[in-house]
């Protein structure tokens, strides 16, 4: 069982915009602003997408959008592309104990 | 760059050993931690831990009796260290740069655990 909580699904059609939540606790998401997100696609390495909540790599399009409320950290892909489909994982700082947990994954598909 | 590298089959209840050659930066540094994560086949992604450049190091309350992480500065590398392993701990191993924030993987090695 996962430390973060994430749909194990989302879809949208091409141009629609999708919302991943990730929910944790008051001891990770809501206490740091360390979330970042994943995409993996398939047969490869995750690639880094969104960092400290909602900062964006260099190279990471803006359709790409990271936000935090409380327990729960989102990601919103807005636009969607067909390239968007993948696997997205969520992860938080978990303190002093737990440092570093991930989310079960959530399996993004383009209709 | 990093590229991960070991046995590829272990029988249990033996130890698993992964060791990452990385290029184009230093583990020395002190800008980075080097961590460890591991993705059974199928399944998500599960944080092992990491290490920092002066040595210390932060494992996955889960597997802390069992796994260790160690740098070899004069090599550039660093290594995973899990003993005493069953089938559960077959999966695809990461290695990555970062810990909170990981901006670049491994392509990852699968590692099977049968007898």
């Known amino acids: 069982q996962s430390a973060l909580t994430q749909p194990p699904s989302a879809s949208g059609s091409p141009g629609q915009s999708v919302t991943i939540s990730c929910t944790g606790t008051s001891s990770d998401i809501g206490d740091y602003d360390y979330v970042s997100w994943y995409q993996q696609e398939a047969g490869k390495a995750p690639k880094l997408i969104i960092f400290e909540v909602v900062k964006r790599p260099s190279g990471v399009p803006d359709r790409f959008s990271g936000s935090k409320s409380g327990n729960t950290a989102s990601l919103t892909v807005s636009g969607l592309q067909a390239e968007d489909e993948a696997d997205y994982y969520c992860s938080s700082y978990g303190g002093s104990e737990n440092f570093v947990v991930f989310g079960g994954g959530t399996k993004l598909t383009v209709l | 760059h990093l590229q991960e590298s070991g046995s590829k089959l272990v029988r249990p209840p033996q130890t698993l050993s992964l060791t990452c050659a990385v290029s184009g930066d230093f583990v020395r540094s002190g800008s980075y931690s080097w961590s460890w994560i591991r993705q059974p086949p199928g399944k998500g992604l599960e944080w092992i831990g990491y290490i920092y450049y002066s040595g210390a190091t932060y494992y996955n309350p889960s597997l802390k009796s069992r796994v260790t992480i160690s740098l070899d500065k004069s090599n550039n590398q660093f290594s995973l260290n899990v003993t005493s392993v069953t089938a559960a701990d077959t999966a695809l191993y990461y290695c990555?740069?970062?810990?909170?924030?990981?901006?670049?993987w491994g392509q990852g090695t699968l590692v099977t655990v049968s007898s």
């Open positions: 990555a740069r970062g810990a909170t924030m990981i901006d670049s």
